[in-house]
C-alpha cells in the first residue's frame, strides 16, 4: 500500500507558467513532508520541505502548501523556467528515519 | 567533500551473476540508506544504518541481498544470483541528524543495474 499518493503523474507547462504537484497521505505520524528534484541520471535532491505545523513555506519560486486536516500537500512553481523540466517527488517522513516517497511527477516546461 | 558518491554508476550482468555496489557517504553522515527505484516510480527504502549497525530491513530485502557498513564509513550492497527483476537504480542516501536537524537525506547519483 502506497504511503503517499502523487498526482498528476506528469505536466505539461508553459514557461512563466504555475506548476501545481498535489499530494496526500494518511498516516498521521508523518512529522516532515520534503520535495525532491531529480534529473535524468542523477539522484533526488532536495528542493524544499515543511513540517506539519506550519500551513505554507516559500523558498524562491517554490512553495508548499500544506493542508493538516484534509491530510495533503502540494508544491506550487511559480514562474515555471525550462530548467525547472524534471521529476519531482513528495515524500513523508515518521519515526525519525522512515521516508515514504510519491510516485513522482514528470513536469516539462515549453519555452 | 563531494558528497555521496556510489560506484559503479552502471551495471550490466547476467541472470545468475552476483553484484556488488559501493557507497561513500558524506564523511560527517551517520546515517546511512539504500533505496530502490524502478522506472517510473518514487525510491523505496531497503535498509538503513546507523554508524555500522544495521538497524532495518525493508521486506524488499530478500536473503538475497545483504549489506554491510565496516567502521560506520562506506557501505556495499550485494545482490547475489541476480533475477531480472533486480534490475532497478539502487540509490545511496546518507543524513546526520542533530538537535534541530532535521536529518534530510542528500542522495547520491545511483547506481543502475541491468539484469539480462
Known amino acids: 500500500q502506497q504511503q503517499v499518493k502523487q498526482s498528476p503523474q506528469s505536466l505539461i507547462v508553459q514557461k512563466g507558467g504555475i506548476s501545481i504537484i498535489n499530494c496526500a497521505y494518511e498516516?498521521?505520524?508523518?512529522?516532515?513532508f520534503p520535495w525532491y528534484q531529480q534529473f535524468p541520471g542523477k539522484g533526488p535532491a532536495l528542493l524544499i520541505a515543511?513540517?506539519?505545523?506550519?500551513s505554507e513555506k516559500k523558498e524562491g519560486r517554490f512553495t508548499i502548501s500544506f493542508n493538516k486536516s484534509a491530510k495533503q500537500f502540494s508544491l506550487h512553481i511559480m514562474d515555471s523556467q525550462p530548467g525547472d523540466s524534471a521529476t519531482y517527488f513528495c515524500?513523508?517522513?515518521?519515526?525519525?528515519?522512515?521516508?515514504?516517497f510519491g510516485s513522482g511527477t514528470k513536469l516539462n516546461v515549453k519555452p | 567533500d563531494t558528497g555521496v558518491s556510489q560506484d559503479p554508476r552502471h551495471k550490466i550482468t547476467k541472470r545468475g551473476q552476483n553484484v556488488t555496489f559501493r557507497c561513500d557517504p558524506i564523511?560527517?553522515?551517520?546515517?546511512l540508506y539504500w533505496y530502490r527505484q524502478t522506472l517510473g516510480q518514487g525510491p523505496e527504502f531497503l535498509t538503513y544504518?546507523?554508524?555500522?549497525?544495521?538497524?532495518?530491513k525493508s521486506r524488499l530485502l530478500s536473503d538475497r541481498f545483504s549489506a554491510e557498513r565496516p567502521k560506520g564509513s562506506f557501505s556495499t550492497l550485494e545482490i547475489q544470483r541476480t533475477e531480472q527483476g533486480d534490475s532497478a537504480m539502487y540509490l545511496c542516501?546518507?543524513?546526520?541528524?542533530?538537535?534541530?536537524?532535521?536529518?534530510?537525506?542528500?542522495f547520491g547519483e545511483g547506481s543502475r543495474l541491468t539484469v539480462l
Open positions: 564523511s560527517e553522515h551517520n546515517r
Open positions: 515543511i513540517r506539519p505545523d506550519v
Open positions: 542516501a546518507s543524513s546526520h541528524r542533530t538537535g534541530a536537524n532535521t536529518g534530510e537525506l542528500f
Open positions: 544504518f546507523q554508524n555500522e549497525a544495521q538497524l532495518e
Open positions: 498516516n498521521t505520524a508523518f512529522d516532515y
Open positions: 515524500a513523508a517522513r515518521k519515526d525519525v528515519n522512515k521516508f515514504y
